[in-house]
């Protein structure tokens, strides 16, 4: 149906060949780059006549089918796809804010969970309620079990509620926008199942047919869109329930938990099928409860990163003083214990690259230890003195606060906030300002004062080291740290289950394919990433064939990131007919890409092309969709161009 003018004799042949594309690897233009990343190009479109034309209206006058030719070039290289591993920032930490007391139910002050951060109230007047607003922080105390809201500036108390008593007095909660009206909901976990409150704690809905499938003490719920219908599901042990409250379906094997406390459920496209699925330790489910697959192992609390060559995601599992690395089928790729630790203990597992080196690794505390695994299960390193007897299931949290490429841990026990250094677990703080007894709790990380610098938040309860309630907050004294996301929503958080306004992806991207953490906040990826980002150009189309059922078009490609393409991938070219999108040609590129530069044009004929055809696009490397991508990419959602103007009538 379609023929490649230029391309198609050179796909095979080397940068040597006869052939005219040389892919921007050789020659610089005189001028200074000026290259559109990733955003549309729009001609301007004469609106004032309606009337049909003598010739095809396209937007602009339609080019002479002769051959053009827009030359190779440098373009400017997306600084988010490298971290150059240079500090930015310094520590000195310092405490933001502290609230101990409230007024309602004033009896009920301790804290046992991680703190969850979204804006819920409208701070700058301009009637939404979203990422341009001062963010929020919540939590639950105890007892009885009050779920409470305090602006992120100052700790003021927002509100309160009880919803009616049944509030899990260590449980935990989430934030996000679960019935699309633009306001962030809070769901808190009971005994039995979840309570659902809107932004001013009016409760919405409860669900409490949770028995069996949850721990009942110490779980989070979490939220997703696992059918990509718009409207998220409400995530809570093994258990999916719509947004109204109705069960949806809950799993017959594991919901994430140790033989301790607590359960902490999230979903992911682990496999990369294009369907989120619910992940314990030992098991996967579907929307509707049913396990993909059953390991027969342990359960155990999970995680999800990348620790191979495939796109497919790797699951952490921790628990009963074991770590364990599975594949997305379940097969257990490797299994350590934790050094020093005995019994239950062992928390929620942190992914991130600790060190720098490019690789994830896997952190873990204990109850005098916390460890961080290679992802052959070797221990990288292990620090020794922290205390946390009573449970030694609490989570940790990561993020280069100073922006040296190093993940900083951020660890919480019954006596103190640890800072340490992710390369070899060197303690940069040790602060007092802080007791709790434990469950499975974690400190939160933040821009939670909308300073532009990054926040860390952790609860307190009196225990046998201090007499601390509450909540406290954490910022660096010279506002220096990187910038933090105004959100951390749920337990089981990771950089892409979220938008920043609280709103829910309809469309999940895949965070270990961009970031590879979970449990962390970075934004950009560490020393020793540097990613490719390919992305497309139409450069000009002709249409002074579509009589005859041609249309021309030139297109470049071209390399954002800081590193070569070396694999080969596709261009689609794709229609917009009267009766959806339309395939019109695949080209397979086999000849690389390096980085910062852009293709020569490529030059491709379309003919029997369908009339009426409204626009075109092209999609590089399976476009806006990292389930069809090639290329393991900075940024998956920038590989498309779309012309934006009427080709054919």
Not at 20 to 25: F, Q
Not at 175 to 185: F, K, Q, T, V
Not at 600 to 612: F, R, Y
Request: glycine share 12%.
């Amino acid at each position: 149906m379609n023929a490649l003018r230029l391309l198609a004799p050179c796909l095979l042949l080397s940068f040597a060949a006869a052939c005219k594309i040389d892919n921007g690897l050789t020659g610089k233009p005189a001028e200074e780059p000026n290259f559109d990343t990733g955003s549309t190009y729009v001609p301007p479109v004469d609106s004032g006549d309606t009337s049909p034309p003598d010739t095809q209206e396209t937007g602009v006058a339609p080019p002479s089918c002769n051959d053009q030719y827009f030359p190779a070039k440098d373009i400017p290289k997306l600084d988010e796809c490298y971290s150059e591993g240079t500090t930015v920032g310094t520590f000195t930490p310092e405490v933001l804010w502290d609230t101990e007391t409230f007024t309602d139910s004033a009896g009920s002050v301790s804290c046992m969970m991680q703190p969850i951060v979204c804006s819920l109230t409208d701070d700058n007047g301009d009637g939404q309620i979203d990422d341009d607003d001062t963010p929020d922080v919540m939590i639950i105390t105890y007892s009885p079990g009050v779920l409470r809201a305090m602006s992120g500036d100052d700790g003021r108390e927002l509100w309160s509620t009880s919803g009616g008593g049944a509030i899990q007095i260590t449980g935990g909660a989430a934030c996000g926008d679960i019935d699309n009206d633009g306001i962030a909901d809070v769901i808190a976990a009971t005994s039995t199942g979840v309570d659902v409150f809107d932004n001013e704690g009016n409760a919405k809905w409860s669900w409490s047919g949770g028995s069996g499938h949850m721990d009942g003490t110490s779980d989070a719920p979490g939220i997703a869109d696992m059918d990509h219908d718009g409207n998220p599901e409400i995530l809570i042990g093994n258990c999916v329930l719509d947004n109204t409250g109705g069960r949806i379906g809950c799993g017959s094997y594991g919901y994430g938990t140790s033989s301790n406390v607590g359960s902490a459920g999230f979903a992911v496209d682990i496999n990369q099928d294009g369907e989120l699925d619910l992940v314990a330790g030992n098991a996967i489910y579907d929307i509707n409860g049913t396990a993909l697959w059953n390991n027969g192992q342990a359960d155990g609390y999970p995680a999800v990163g990348n620790f191979d060559s495939d796109d497919n995601g790797e699951i952490a599992v921790t628990g009963d003083a074991r770590m364990r690395i599975q594949d997305d089928d379940g097969t257990v790729l490797c299994s350590a214990a934790i050094p020093a630790a005995s019994g239950s203990y062992g928390g929620p597992p942190t992914i991130a690259d600790f060190d720098g080196d490019g690789q994830a690794e896997v952190g873990v505390a204990a109850n005098s230890t916390y460890t961080v695994f290679e992802s052959d299960c070797s221990v990288l390193w292990q620090y020794t003195g922290t205390t946390d007897p009573s449970s030694g299931n609490t989570g940790s949290s990561v993020f280069d606060f100073e922006g040296d490429g190093i993940a900083d841990v951020v660890y919480a026990d019954e006596r103190w906030v640890w800072v340490f250094n992710g390369a070899d677990g060197s303690v940069k703080m040790q602060d007092t300002t802080h007791s709790n007894n434990t469950w499975l709790e974690y400190p939160t990380i933040a821009d939670i004062n909308a300073d532009g610098s990054a926040d860390i938040a952790v609860c307190n309860t009196p225990g046998s080291w201090g007499s601390r309630n509450g909540v406290t907050v954490f910022s660096d004294a010279d506002r220096s740290w990187r910038a933090g996301r105004p959100i951390w929503n749920q337990h089981g958080y990771s950089i892409t289950n979220v938008n920043d306004d609280g709103s829910i992806p309809r469309d999940q991207d895949t965070n270990w394919l961009t970031y590879n953490n979970f449990r962390s906040g970075d934004l950009t990826p560490g020393v020793g990433y540097s990613g490719p980002d390919l992305v497309a150009k139409i450069e000009d189309v002709c249409v002074d064939e579509c009589s005859l059922g041609n249309v021309d078009l030139w297109v470049t490609v071209g390399n954002q990131g800081y590193s070569d393409v070396t694999d080969s991938f596709n261009i689609e070219v794709i229609g917009e007919t009267g009766s959806g999108e339309v395939v019109l040609d695949t080209i397979s590129w086999t000849v690389g890409l390096a980085q910062g530069h852009q293709s020569e044009s490529i030059a491709i004929q379309l003919t029997g092309v369908p009339t009426p055809l409204y626009d075109l696009k092209v999609a590089v490397d399976g476009g806006n969709s990292e389930s069809l991508s090639e290329v393991n990419e900075c940024y998956e959602t920038n590989n498309e161009d779309t012309w934006g103007a009427i080709i054919c009538l």
